[in-house]
């Protein structure tokens, strides 16, 4: 009792308030964690990415949010993952397979449906369903994904970026780009490779 009465009498301790780089080393470590265990290959996606793209903030911002998207299109694949019912699950495995096949050649949700046989408001709400996106959201998140993996990774130019994602010039694809990222494909890509300078260097 004396021993209980006095271990109620200490004061609780609390961790100190972690600093702004600790909760940036703690969120990336998580973050990689998550992406190993949705998918191993996804892990080796970031490995691959991480040399470059997250020499900045800006740059690890970016890469977060968007391999983000891709890990709850992993997880709505895996046995308890987000729910869906039986049928749309199987609707939006199919389509999810064609856009990973397809995806460099269309974009538009009605070429998928025709294919699969499903009207496009079918695939839009199987899609919701599983990862809570529209069918049109979710081929332009691989699209994006794919623009961003090979202008950070790579040292083709914007114009054969454009070329293997099937756009038509790269005027077009700079438009697309810029949309959904609120920076063109050459904004992007400085700021993935931009070397922050040592604390002191002019």
Not at 91 to 116: N, Q
Not at 195 to 202: A, I, L, S
Request: hydrophobic share 35%; with cysteine; charged share 25%.
């Amino acid at each position: 009792m004396a021993h209980s009465a006095h271990c109620r009498s200490l004061p609780r301790w609390r961790a100190p308030p972690a600093t702004g780089a600790e909760k940036a080393g703690l969120k990336e470590a998580v973050s990689k964690d998550l992406f190993r265990v949705a998918d191993g290959k996804l892990a080796e996606h970031w490995d691959a990415l991480t040399p470059q793209i997250t020499k900045t903030v800006s740059g690890r911002i970016a890469v977060l949010r968007h391999l983000l998207s891709v890990l709850v299109l992993r997880l709505a694949d895996q046995p308890g993952g987000l729910p869906s019912t039986t049928e749309d699950s199987d609707t939006f495995r199919r389509f999810r397979e064609a856009v990973e096949r397809g995806f460099t050649k269309t974009r538009e949700v009605a070429d998928y449906a025709r294919d699969l046989g499903y009207s496009p408001r079918t695939l839009t709400r199987a899609t919701a369903s599983a990862v809570g996106t529209s069918a049109k959201g979710f081929i332009d998140e691989r699209v994006m994904l794919e623009a961003k993996r090979r202008l950070a990774h790579s040292d083709e130019p914007a114009v054969r970026v454009a070329a293997h994602l099937g756009f038509s010039s790269a005027t077009n694809f700079s438009k697309y780009f810029q949309s959904r990222a609120g920076q063109s494909p050459i904004q992007f890509r400085n700021a993935a490779r931009q070397v922050p300078r040592p604390q002191g260097e002019p």
